[in-house]
């Protein structure tokens, strides 16, 4: 049997700009951190906490991110949690997004 690999698409928008943001993907269960991020462009990942962030100071009306879940593991459930910044006096944290299953 081959090998089966889970691809999310998560898009960060709104009707206001923002600069920047600091993503995570978590397990429901165990709260661990998750899968990786595939760098798409203007991002940076950070695989040692699961995490994605921005890649330059500009404003941003969208930003679409790609996370894949691990590889051989039976499944479970995850969800992204993370902060959206507009400028450093003006940010939304501990946002959270469940994954529809």
């Known amino acids: ?23 995570q993907a978590r397990d429901v ?3 661990g951190w998750l899968g990786e991020w595939i760098e798409t462009p203007n991002t940076k990942k950070h695989p040692e906490c699961s995490a994605i962030t921005h890649a330059d100071p500009e404003e941003k009306q969208q930003a679409t991110l790609i996370w894949q879940a691990p590889k051989n593991t039976p499944g479970g459930q995850v969800y992204f949690t993370g902060t959206v910044l507009k400028e450093y006096s003006k940010f939304w944290s501990n946002i959270v997004a469940d994954v529809a299953q």
């Open 1 to 23: 049997m081959g090998m089966v690999y889970v691809l999310l698409a998560l898009t960060i928008h709104g009707s206001e700009y923002f600069k920047g943001f600091f993503i």
């Open 29 to 31: 269960a165990s709260d």
